[in-house]
């Protein structure tokens, strides 16, 4: 067991240990509290892994950067040696990754990227003094709890003023602005 340890604890596979203890940390969150983590698409994208849970992603990719860390370090001697088996980890983590990762995109949804019509059935603040057929704006929050303030536009003559609340019931995509109507919430 004092070897399995002083391998464990040697480097490289002493970087990838502690990255391993945080995986697992962050799953037993998961587990026990509904934690996620979320990084921007164009993340994965940019290392070919597009199209799956960023946490599984990365587990797996830390998962196997450490067993090929581990198994290297018990192979060779020195650190240039261990310098390659790093190397050899990172790029081995990354092509079994996307090896096992491949078939499993059939069986997942595909993630929607965010579009203006998103907004679309959300309510929103006027910020304008007035909200006419030519001029108007308002402040959305998104489902990710983000604000915006966008272009809005009426199709009546409401008294919609700053500060009080309407409904998005449209996108006009040729002139880039929302369609609202009067709301009140109670």
Do not use: K
Not at 28 to 52: E, M
Not at 142 to 157: F, K, L, M
């Amino acid at each position: 067991m004092g070897d399995f340890v002083g391998t464990a604890l040697g480097f490289p596979a002493v970087l990838f240990s502690f990255m391993l203890v945080v995986v697992i940390a962050y799953w037993v969150l998961v587990l026990l509290g509904g934690l996620g983590l979320d990084l921007p698409d164009d993340f994965l994208s940019g290392i070919g892994l597009r199209g799956l849970p960023a946490g599984v992603v990365l587990s797996l990719m830390v998962a196997i950067a450490w067993f090929v860390s581990l198994v290297g370090v018990t192979l060779v001697d020195g650190t240039p040696a261990r310098i390659g088996v790093l190397l050899v980890a990172l790029l081995a983590a990354w092509l079994l990754t996307r090896l096992l990762a491949l078939p499993f995109r059939r069986f997942l949804p595909p993630i929607a990227a965010p579009s203006r019509n998103d907004f679309v059935g959300r309510m929103c603040v006027i910020r304008t003094g007035r909200v006419g057929r030519d001029f108007g704006q308002a402040e959305v929050t998104a489902e990710d709890g983000s604000s915006a303030v966008i272009q809005v536009r009426q199709t009546g003559e409401d008294d919609l003023r700053a500060g009080s609340s309407a409904l998005i019931f449209g996108y006009d995509p040729e002139g880039e602005f929302f369609w609202v109507m009067p709301y009140e919430m109670h």
